[in-house]
């Protein structure tokens, strides 16, 4: 068995191209270099460099060594994050989304019904074409997502349906509807939270040539739609989160009605988490039916 230092002082001197360069890389000495190339020589019992005076280079052995040592560093540098992820995902419950609305929920169950819980919860939001790879990759232990996914290492659970509406300025016409379309919001210009996961693609895409302004900050947008009559959109989630209340506003409420306004959302998650995790799908899918509906 080959030490790892051996094929990592290999993959650097590939990459620097002298002792020096190499070791100044690896924060050892030069002498420290020389010898585990000797070593390395010896183990593989093949000539991988050619030494000449004041210059040392691989020969092409030594390229195609360097090159598999390389995979090897990899394939070991993957073997740890697989295990440390596995062990920490079976000792914390570790979750991600594709929209923020069901991770407010999670948030507000996390201060009281699951507080005793080691949750970690990521504010990053996952594309839905990465959800099937990150959980294999044991990389959460589960995703809230918009999409049923079950094959023979995942399966989901339905969790609750959220519902898109529309703030509008009281004295417009749409604002005395009981509900409003997305053609009906036509051509409007509005102010929006920028990271809002699948919901971005629904409205722009439902929405005929809308203006979307993006705001990073949430207080930025919390004080552009206090003090201006720019549309805005809310869900049924976003009322039970403090910070996106808009008291003293002058906007309605509207509901939209077209089916893509509401997008249910399951919790994917390898089978073997099963156990772990049902404890908070129960409890947020409780949640979701009292709090939401």
Known sequence: MIDNYLLEELVAFKKYGTLASTAEHLMVTQPTVTRGMQKLEDELA?????????????????????????????????FINTVQKYDYNHKNIRIG????????????????????????????????????????????????????IMTDNIESRFIGTEELSVNLN?????????????ADLKGLSFIVIADIGIWKNITEKQIPDAKFLYQDQQEAFREITKYSDFPYFTTNISKIDRKLEMEGHDQINVPISDDAAKVDFYAAYLKNQKKNI????????EAWDKYLN
């Open 278 to 285: 049902n404890p908070i799908l129960k409890t947020m899918n």
């Open 46 to 78: 093949v000539e991988i460099f050619d030494r000449q005076p004041n210059r040392i280079t691989l020969t092409k052995t030594g390229e195609l060594a360097a090159k598999e040592a390389q995979k090897v560093i990899d394939q070991n540098n993957n």
């Open 97 to 148: 989304a594709v929209a923020p609305g069901p991770l407010i929920l999670l948030r507000h169950l996390k201060k009281s019904k699951l507080a005793q819980a080691k949750i970690d919860i990521d504010d990053n939001l996952i594309n839905p074409g990465d959800v099937t790879k990150e959980l294999l990759d044991h990389n959460y232990s589960f995703i809230l997502t918009n999409q049923e």
């Open 170 to 182: 009281q004295f417009t016409l749409l604002a005395n509807k009981k509900a409003v379309s997305f």
